[in-house]
DNA sequence: CTTGACCTTACCATGATGGGAAGCCTTAGC
DNA sequence: GCTAAGGCTTCCCATCATGGTAAGGTCAAG
């Protein structure tokens, strides 16, 4: 299977597996004598695993970690879920940190009257006035 | 006042200033005999806006947009708020991803025993397993 | 006059991805 | 067998906002 056929199959751009390859994600695939890289099915598999871990959030370097435990036949289960955990630690700190602006913003928002008039209680906030 | 003062004064870094200044964010500023950048009170103002705009999560360009419309006095509030309520519009998108993405990790990491057998139902679900 | 703290510009790095160019290879149609 | 289209290769650049560092000029206090 070439580049392009594992990239459809596994939902990961080939420009994406190049990259992973580049920086040590998956070993270097087998080339063709013409200097093709070439797929097989397990590949896929692999490719899939990383698309779905990226597609949680997981960053490249807990991917990695995620994809070498799971490579591990004798890992513990302990291991994965620590990652894990710390995963959702941080997606939950990014929500908040998110859910605050938002909160801010709708509270100006209610107040601002949104009319032709320059008032405008939300650049009166941005400029730091106490109103 | 010297670069490292407005700095101190506005909370916004010596380094980004200068890239503020660099893609036209703000007015390159006046220059002393010595060539060292000089700021005034009105200058603090304006990053302390830009600072306030930035940790409410709006983007360069939007920033660029309020402190435009923050300056120009004859402005329509109706801008301002349209911006903001894009804003929030948004973040509330983030917010949903995020939340989606924690609420399937909490799923699996509840069904993981975490302990020190390989057994592993985060894994599977990465895998692409059914179960 | 020296020392240390500050300023200047210029370049590199981040993280994960997309875009494009230049050149080689393969495949399908004629 | 020839040609055109499309796929593959590597290499370089861009994103977005920020931080770091290095080499060199400037200023103020002692």
Redesign the pocket.
């Known amino acids: 299977m070439?580049?392009?056929?594992a990239?459809k199959a596994s939902g990961v751009?080939?420009?994406?597996i190049?990259?992973?390859e580049t920086i040590g994600l998956i070993t270097p695939?087998d080339?063709?004598?013409?200097?093709?890289?070439v797929y097989g099915t397990d590949d896929v598999h692999t490719l899939r695993f990383i698309k779905r871990a990226?597609t949680l959030g997981f960053?490249?370097?807990e991917?990695s970690a995620l994809l070498g435990l799971w490579q591990d036949k004798s890992r513990a289960s302990a291991d994965v879920k620590r990652i894990a955990t710390d995963h959702i630690t941080e997606l939950e700190h990014k929500i908040t940190e998110l859910q605050e602006m938002a909160d801010t913003l709708k509270h100006l928002v209610h107040c601002c009257s949104g009319d032709d008039r320059p008032n405008c209680p939300i650049l009166t906030q941005l400029a730091g006035a106490d109103t």
Do not use: H, P, W
């Open positions: 070439n580049i392009g056929q990239a751009t080939a420009k994406m190049r990259y992973y695939a080339r063709t004598e013409s200097n093709y890289r990226r960053s490249m370097d991917t």
